[in-house]
Structures are given as structure tokens and as C-alpha cells.
């Protein structure tokens, strides 16, 4: 929303529907406060997680720029219990609790030092003493560290605070030199796990991202900043976000965000689309419009073979596109990924009369030594069944289990980790309420902070009969 309105492309709908799910958000998050004034992954959980916690002010800071009402005594609150838990060297120690991956963190205390200043800093904090010392710690480790994305961290700390001088230069200089430049793009690329734990495609964003706000905060490279907006342009998936990533996500919005300050651009131009030498559209852009997402949906004519789609550009300025295809496949012509991760669900009966109970049964199994990290299972839920929620609680209680929710037809259930080798296996049971003929709904294993890393299993049939 803050996009819109600094872009000047906000309607009144967008902004009342905007602030809706803003209001909805804000209160939701207000509930995973600790006692101790920190913040953690669920509600009543105690004491609180340092890195959620800095998380959190830096959510509530940004809210707070569009959205008046957001309480500024709980940012302080979460200030004071980060000082409170801060190292006597002016540190802050990796977490480890509650979330399997929680240590990288970091890979180091200087990493999660870093963002937790940053932090401080972005969330107005920036006079604490506990800054003070933290930025202390952060510039005698500095030169020792090597890792890319420890130093876009430390790069972030250091321009919020407004500290750093000829340090910052040094840093941004280096991971300019490592830059990936490619066709009007640049990046850089990830050799280990982000703060958030992400993986893949997802860390590089997270990691381009990070450098470019560096970047842009500290007035150097705009050349850069610019090739990472083209970059974040291209990288977007099909569903509009980054790495199916809400870290990813996040950074590269306010990459956009910075870049509007930071080049602005004339724009005076035409665009015609064409498929196949046929003029579908012609639309005129300027410096009101340019950033509005202007959409062509084309859904005849496309058989199957090659096609060339055509965008003849007269004007001005620096427009960004992208092309996607999207197509169903029925469950059974889909080709499952074949990946570390693997689903399977299974259903001791699936004929069946009504008030009968039946025992789903879930098992999820990791192949590689190496993976880490919290995972997600998505289990679609027949309809005309209730859920036996009690189950879940029990395997919850005995730690088999990390959480679990119901949204929709699909039950979410959370895992620490899934351990190599050992299949991790849970059972519920589901009540037929009435005579139906349904099916379950595809389900999904993946990693939480790596999306793109997933098993799938096909929709099953269960009929219900009188």
C-alpha cells in the first residue's frame, strides 16, 4: 500500500480494502506478544524469539507509516526486551528454540546482531544504549567476515544507524564487485541459508535485495539498485510474489519502494501487443500510469505449438514486462515433483455410510542428510467430513507435532523438521456427515522457507453413503 500511495496509483476501493486487511493483520500479530514484551512463532509461547522480535518492529514501523492507529507502546516494549536480552559484548546470540533452522540466524551472532540493529535503528530506537554497544560489536567483527549476506546485513545496521562511514563504502564496493550482471539485470547469489532459513531462488532475492536497499539508503551504485529492479521484474513468479517467499517478497517490494526516490524516470510511451502477427491491444503510458500493472489475458486461440508474442515499444522510459502461461493438468496426467520431500496419504476406508469414522493417515519422508528446516503439509480435507481435532491436539501435546490449523478444506499441519531417512507419520480421524461422493484435494509437503523444494500426492475419491 505504501507503493501505491508514493507511486500515485491508489483508488479509494484499493485503499479501504487495503487498509481491511492491514487492520485484520496488525491485530492477528498483536497476539503472538510474549509475556516478556518479545514476540514468537504462536500465540502464549514464552519468552520471546530476539529475531521475531525484531521482525516485528520492524512490521509495526512500516505499518505505522500508513496506518495510525498501530499502538507505538508495543514497539517499545519489544525494544526493551531486546536490550534486555542483549550480550554483554553488545551481541545478540543466534535463536535456536521452537523452529527447526532457527541457528542460521545465523550462521554467526554478527548476523543476527546485525538485523536486530537494524531493527532498533528503522524502528526509531536508534538512541538506545543497546545500539550503542551493538554497533560497537558490529565494527570490530566486520572485517573478518566474508559471507555476502552477513555483510548486506551488517551494510543495512550500519546506514540505518547512520553510522559506518568509509566501513559501509568498503562493503558495498566488495559486493559490488561480486555483483551477477546479466542483460540489464544484476544480482548475487546465495551459498547458505537466509535469516529466514530460504533456499534456492528465494535466498537470491532475499540476498539481491538486501544489498540493493544497502545501496540505495547509502547513495551508491544506483546503477545496481536499477539492475536489481529489472532482476526482481523478471524473477517474479507466476502468482505475483518472489520465490513463493513472503522474506523474499517483502524485501524486493521495498526495493521498489526505494527505487521510487531514488529514480523516477520519465515515461511518455506506447505499447502494442501482438500474438502472432495480431494486434490484441494498444495501450499509452506516462508518469501517472507508469507504475500500474496493466494486464493482457489471452484465452483463445492458443493451440498447442509455438506462438511469438510481439511488444513493439515507441516512446520513453524504462517499462518492465513479463509473460506467463498458465494451463491446468488434471491430477491424473500431472507429473509429481520428484525432490528430497515426499507425501503420502492414505485412508483406512473410503467407502463408507454416514456417522462412520474413518483414520487419515499422513506420512511425510525426507531423503536428503542435509535439509533443514520447519515444514509445511497441506492435507485437503473431503467434504461432507469433520475433522477430529482432538487427534492433532494429543499429537501436539506429545510433541510429535508442532501445530495445526484448519483454512477452508485444507488442514495445515506444522513439523519441526522432518528427519532423514525416518518416515514422520500422523493420524487423525474424520466424520462422515451426510451421503456425498467427494474428493480430498491434492496435498503438498514442503519446506516452509524454501517452497520451491516440495512433494505432492493426488486427489483421492471417498464416497458416503445413507
Given amino acids: 500500500m505504501e507503493y501505491m500511495l508514493e507511486s500515485g496509483t491508489i483508488t479509494t476501493e484499493i485503499e479501504m480494502k487495503a487498509i481491511e486487511y492491514i487492520n485484520a493483520g496488525y491485530q492477528a500479530l498483536l497476539t503472538f506478544e510474549c509475556d516478556d514484551g518479545g514476540f514468537n512463532w504462536w500465540e502464549g509461547d514464552n ?3 530476539a529475531i521475531l522480535s525484531a521482525l516485528s518492529i520492524m512490521m509495526f514501523t512500516d505499518t505505522k507509516a500508513i496506518y495510525d492507529t498501530v499502538d507505538e507502546a508495543v514497539n517499545k516494549r519489544t525494544a526493551e526486551y531486546l536490550a534486555a536480552v542483549q550480550q554483554s559484548n553488545g551481541s545478540w546470540s543466534e535463536e535456536t528454540h521452537l523452529h527447526a533452522g532457527n541457528e542460521s540466524l545465523g550462521a554467526s551472532s554478527l548476523r543476527g546482531t546485525c538485523y536486530i540493529t537494524w531493527s532498533l535503528a528503522y524502528g526509531g530506537f536508534g538512541d538506545m544504549p543497546a545500539v550503542a554497544k551493538a554497533l560497537t560489536y558490529i565494527q570490530s567483527n566486520l572485517p573478518a567476515e566474508k559471507e555476502d549476506y552477513t555483510l548486506a546485513m551488517c551494510a543495512n545496521a550500519l546506514v540505518q544507524a547512520k553510522t559506518g562511514g568509509s566501513l559501509v563504502s568498503t562493503v558495498l564496493k566488495d559486493l559490488h564487485d561480486k555483483a551477477i550482471v546479466g542483460d540489464g ?3 548475487w547469489g546465495t551459498s547458505g541459508d537466509t535469516v529466514m532459513n530460504s533456499g534456492g531462488g528465494a535466498a537470491d532475492v532475499e540476498l539481491s535485495a538486501l544489498i540493493a536497499l544497502a545501496m540505495a539508503a547509502n547513495g551508491s551504485f544506483p546503477q545496481d539498485v536499477n539492475g536489481v529492479v529489472e532482476y526482481l521484474v523478471q524473477s517474479k513468479d507466476p502468482q505475483g510474489n518472489w520465490g513463493y517467499n513472503t522474506q523474499a517478497t517483502v524485501l524486493a517490494l521495498k526495493v521498489f519502494l526505494a527505487s521510487l526516490t531514488a529514480n523516477p524516470g520519465e ?15 494498444k495501450k ?8 500500474v500493472v496493466y494486464q493482457l489475458e489471452v484465452t483463445t486461440g492458443l493451440e498447442k505449438g509455438d506462438h511469438l508474442v510481439e511488444l513493439d515499444y515507441a516512446g520513453t522510459g524504462a517499462l518492465s514486462y513479463q509473460i506467463i502461461g498458465t494451463h491446468y493438468v488434471p491430477w491424473e496426467g500431472a507429473d509429481l515433483p520428484v525432490g528430497p520431500l515426499a507425501i503420502e496419504v492414505s485412508y483406512d476406508a473410503t467407502t463408507v455410510h454416514v456417522d462412520d469414522v474413518i483414520t487419515a493417515t499422513v506420512t511425510v519422508t525426507n531423503t536428503d542428510e542435509s535439509a533443514k528446516g520447519m515444514v509445511l503439509v497441506t492435507v485437503g480435507l473431503p467434504p461432507g467430513f469433520t475433522l477430529v481435532s482432538q487427534d492433532l491436539a494429543a499429537l501436539k501435546a506429545e510433541g510429535k507435532l508442532n501445530n495445526f490449523e484448519v483454512m477452508g478444506k485444507q488442514l495445515i499441519l506444522y513439523f519441526n523438521e522432518i528427519p532423514a531417512g525416518v518416515p514422520t507419520q500422523v493420524s487423525y480421524s474424520l466424520i462422515a456427515d451426510y451421503p456425498v461422493k467427494a474428493e480430498t484435494g491434492g496435498s503438498e509437503a514442503k519446506y516452509y522457507y524454501n517452497a520451491e523444494v516440495k512433494g505432492e500426492e493426488e486427489s483421492q475419491k471417498i464416497e458416503v453413503l445413507p
Avoid: C, R, W, Y
Wanted: aromatic fraction near 6%.
Fill in 47 to 49: 519468552p520471546g524469539n
Fill in 284 to 291: 499509452t503510458f506516462d508518469n501517472f500510469n507508469k507504475d
Fill in 185 to 187: 539485470t544484476v544480482h
Fill in 267 to 281: 515515461t511518455d510511451a506506447e505499447v502494442i501487443v501482438s500474438i502472432d502477427g495480431e494486434k490484441l491491444d
